[in-house]
């Protein structure tokens, strides 16, 4: 159950555009740690899909969860709009991107206390086997997204440095990908309407 756990947490940390949008803008042309931005957000993210997932196997008899989903991906569009908009405002107040790691624990709990994606992935694992087989799995997931966050912004990092990008495109490729975080945090947020 723990193996599937880390596989279905790795998975649904690098399929979300959502989150590699949210990440991109603090990983792009950073010299070190860009690991570390990754794992607080996974540890956020992993907490906030723990905590609902809580939540869910407390209330599942009792809430409506097409309800429940739609005010979650509400949530989920402002916080990645959030994150757009910090980027943005982060990018013209400042060029070094070692000093945006505030706040990165706390967008990732976010996005892992309301992302539908998350709770219909281990759905079947918080109504199904013995408690210790959902405390392995979901205890996998947090670990499995954790890592593959940590290991995603470490790759945009490394490949941006590696590729040489020259300062002009190091600057751009944030900026670009906070745009798109509002765009697509305005999209998700009017299509959850």
């Known amino acids: 159950m723990a193996l ?21 803008p ?5 010299r ?12 956020g993210h992993g907490l906030g899909t723990l905590a609902a997932s809580a939540v869910l196997l407390m209330a599942l008899s009792a809430v409506h969860l097409e309800g429940a989903e739609r005010w979650g991906e509400r949530v989920a569009a402002l916080a990645l709009f959030g994150m757009g908009v910090w980027g943005l405002k982060r990018r013209s107040l400042s060029s070094q991107p070692e ?12 996005h892992g206390l309301t992302g539908a994606a998350a709770l219909l992935l281990i759905l079947p694992a918080t109504v199904s086997g013995s408690a210790m087989d959902r405390a392995l799995f979901l205890g996998g997931f947090s670990i499995g997204s954790t ?3 940590a290991a995603l912004t470490a790759g945009i990092a490394t490949f941006s440095q590696a590729r040489g990008l020259s300062a002009t495109l190091s600057a751009k490729v944030p900026r670009l990908a906070s745009a798109l975080s509002i765009v697509l945090g305005s999209a ?6």
């Open 4 to 24: 599937a756990g880390l596989g279905s947490g790795a998975l649904h940390a690098l399929s979300g555009p959502d989150h590699l949008l949210s990440l991109a």
């Open 26 to 30: 603090l990983s792009v042309g950073r």
């Open 32 to 43: 070190q740690g860009a690991w570390r931005v990754g794992l607080l957000w996974g540890i």
């Open 99 to 110: 000093a945006a790691t505030r706040g990165v624990l706390a967008v990732g709990l976010v």
């Open 147 to 149: 890592l593959a966050m």
């Open 188 to 193: 998700w947020m009017v299509g959850s309407l």
